[in-house]
């Protein structure tokens, strides 16, 4: 029984890692407009480092709405590497506090 579950835990996160490592930026409609990161559909799943590991300098736009396991940790990176950011939007992610939207 115990290795049964360690079996599924393992098939999960196999599961879990393939599909966040699938994740493209959507691309805006012009190319001056720059990358528009939508991550919104990976909810729960998404965690800090997974966000920090497809970031660019290109990016203007981040969606990570309702991705709640997300921290300060994934805000500072969005500052610091993505210059031309121009919109974020973190509706539902609740582990952000007041020194990183500063």
């Known amino acids: 029984v115990?290795?049964?579950g360690l079996l599924a835990g393992l098939a999960y996160l196999?599961?879990?890692y393939r599909n966040i490592s699938r994740a493209r930026p959507k691309t805006s409609r012009s190319a001056e407009e720059g990358v528009v990161l939508d991550l919104s559909e990976y909810g729960r799943e998404l965690t800090d480092r997974?966000?920090?590991n497809l970031l660019m300098?290109?990016?203007v736009g981040v969606n990570v709405t309702g991705c709640a396991r997300l921290t300060d940790e994934a805000i500072n990176a969005i500052?610091?590497?993505c210059p031309a950011l121009t919109s974020l939007n973190v509706e539902g992610c609740r582990n952000f506090t007041d020194v990183a939207i500063k």
């Open 50 to 52: 997974e966000l920090i």
């Open 79 to 81: 500052a610091s590497v």
């Open 57 to 59: 300098d290109n990016i």
């Open 14 to 16: 196999v599961y879990k």
């Open 2 to 4: 115990a290795l049964a």
